[in-house]
């Protein structure tokens, strides 16, 4: 098993910035890639950012915030982090940290899931 634990949600006024951070702990040897999510209220879930563990560093954004926010990780520290910036109230929502152990037919299935930490975007 693998336990996800988020940080650095917050209040931010249009335009400003947030660092999230998403620490993993347990069996984390088998992780190939980690991922951040988000889920605004009453929407379904959408795809922000992964970063493969193995593999180098290869990224991959998704549209939420492409563009806007950059996902960088830390081995010694087993922690992924995701930087956003120009931040929108349309980005108000729970983010959510995934890790995954498998990549079936290309796609990356994320198996484990954070509790998700809140980021609020006034206007």
């Known amino acids: 098993q693998v336990q996800l634990a988020e940080s650095g949600g917050g209040l931010v006024h249009t335009g400003g910035s947030l660092r999230l951070s998403c620490v993993a702990s347990?069996?984390?040897?088998?992780?190939?890639?980690m991922g951040w999510f988000r889920q605004a209220s009453g929407k379904e879930r959408e795809f922000v950012a992964r970063?493969?563990?193995?593999?180098?560093?290869?990224?991959f954004y998704g549209s939420a915030l492409k563009d806007r926010c950059i996902i960088t990780r830390n081995d010694a520290k087993n922690t992924v982090y995701l930087d956003m910036d120009d931040l929108k109230p349309e980005d108000t929502a729970v983010y959510f940290c995934?890790?995954?152990?498998?990549?079936?037919?290309?796609?990356?299935?994320?198996?484990?899931w954070g509790q998700g930490t809140q980021v609020t975007v006034s206007s």
């Open positions: 970063i493969f563990w193995v593999a180098g560093d290869l990224t």
């Open positions: 995934a890790a995954a152990r498998r990549v079936v037919s290309g796609r990356v299935e994320f198996d484990f």
């Open positions: 347990g069996r984390t040897d088998r992780n190939v890639a």
